[in-house]
């Protein structure tokens, strides 16, 4: 079903009741579905991110519909999903769960000295379980209705499902992570799913993804680098310090760039830390480290992906913090407008 678009103006001002970017469209006629997960419970330094999809929602209606790059793009409709506030409530308690639990391991201990701390461990594991299994269910539906879909979180630990979903339609697949962090681990803090473990379970559990390039990392430990050098070029981590050390010695940007794509198969899902990013551009977000990457890098590569033919199979953005005046949200919605533009391009 098309939209009708003759009464919608992309020149005027966003009508507040329409939906993400002030487009007119609804879940039946936009080809690409945005959902939004509120989730965060093992986020173990400074929170907010659950409710960066309503913030992110809200300041989209500013973002300008006309990029010249992609004029067309978003004709083809995009669609957020309400916010489901059941998934925000089993967040906000669980979140609180995870806290007593990190707080008692964090004071030196033992997890199985304790049957309450057991049992609140054994819940927040069962949980996040239950969550990457909602993000599946709900991927695997819509991609069956022939929808593309990007997820908006949250924490990063909400990219699974989808990445499982898209493992059934794509038997290759790249993994383009955008991150300060290496989300290697192999159980963060006894948490199976936690956000700094959800490239290793990506990798250990869904062989489609053939490849893991991370782009930005600045900021992992000795486990996560053994893992790289011994995934056999399954994972290659341009680490921020290579890349900036390259371009001081004069190496281009856009040389970089090639060299990067050169290595991703024909499909490439991008999962996109913003705290991948300079913190000026996501100064809330939760674990926000020095260094990092312009908006503009990014979208040069981006572009380049593109143009080499290759495929955006589908998305996620996650880690971006809320603010008071709205400047986290503002750049998320920024980024989130430009990778459904990705997702939607003819090339
Ligand atoms: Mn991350």
Same mark, same amino acid.
């Given at each position: 079903m098309i939209a009708d678009l003759s009464r919608f103006?992309?020149?005027?001002v966003s009508v507040a009741n329409n939906n993400v970017f002030g487009l007119p469209y609804n879940e039946e006629n936009a080809q690409l579905i945005v959902i939004p997960v509120p989730w965060e419970v093992t986020v173990s330094f400074r929170g907010?991110?659950?409710?960066?999809?309503?913030?992110?929602?809200?300041?989209?209606?500013q973002v300008d519909?006309?990029?010249?790059? $992609?004029? %067309? =793009?978003?004709? @083809?409709?995009?669609?957020?999903?309400?916010?489901? &506030?059941?998934?925000?409530?089993? *967040?906000?308690i669980l979140r609180k769960e995870n806290e007593l639990y990190l707080n $008692?391991? %964090? =004071?030196?201990? @033992?997890?199985?000295?304790?049957?309450?701390?057991? &049992?609140?461990?054994?819940?927040? *594991?069962?949980?996040?379980?239950?969550?990457?299994?909602?993000?599946?269910?709900?991927?695997?539906?819509?991609?069956?209705?022939?929808?593309?879909?990007?997820?908006?979180g949250g924490d990063h630990s909400i990219a699974f499902g989808l990445i499982k979903a898209l493992a059934e339609r794509h038997e290759d697949f790249g993994v383009l992570q955008i991150d300060a962090h290496c989300d290697l681990r192999k159980s963060y803090e006894?948490?199976?799913?936690?956000?700094?473990?959800?490239?290793?379970?990506?990798?250990?559990?869904?062989?489609q993804v053939s490849k893991l390039i991370q782009l930005g990392i600045r900021d992992y430990c000795e486990s996560e680098w053994q893992y790289i050098c011994d995934s056999g070029h399954r994972i290659v981590t341009y680490f921020e310090k290579e890349l900036k050390e390259r371009q001081f010695t004069g190496d281009t940007w856009s040389h970089i760039a090639d060299e990067i794509i050169n290595q991703l198969p024909q499909n490439v899902y991008i999962s996109?830390?913003?705290?991948?990013?300079?913190?000026?551009?996501?100064p809330h977000t939760g674990t926000p480290v020095p260094g990092g990457f312009e908006l503009e890098q990014l979208n040069f590569l981006f572009r380049k992906i593109l143009n080499s033919g290759r495929k955006i199979v589908g998305f996620?953005?996650?880690?971006?913090?809320?603010?008071?005046?709205?400047?986290?949200?503002?750049?998320?919605?920024?980024?989130?407008?430009?990778?459904?533009?990705?997702?939607?391009?003819?090339?």
């Open positions: 103006d992309p020149n005027g907010g991110t659950a409710r960066a999809p309503e913030h992110i929602l809200k300041a989209s209606l519909l006309f990029d010249s790059q $992609f004029q %067309n =793009s978003w004709k @083809k409709g995009v669609f957020m999903l309400p916010v489901d &506030k059941k998934i925000l409530l089993k *967040n906000d $008692f391991i %964090n =004071s030196g201990e @033992k997890v199985e000295t304790n049957k309450f701390m057991c &049992k609140t461990l054994k819940e927040v *594991n069962e949980g996040c379980a239950w969550m990457n299994n909602w993000v599946y269910e709900n991927s695997k539906t819509l991609l069956s209705k022939g929808k593309q879909v990007g997820l908006l006894g948490l199976d799913n936690s956000h700094g473990s959800i490239m290793y379970n990506v990798l250990e559990n869904i062989p996109y830390d913003v705290d991948g990013l300079d913190p000026k551009l996501c996620d953005l996650s880690e971006t913090g809320i603010s008071s005046n709205g400047w986290d949200e503002n750049v998320g919605s920024r980024i989130l407008f430009k990778l459904s533009n990705l997702m939607l391009c003819d090339k």
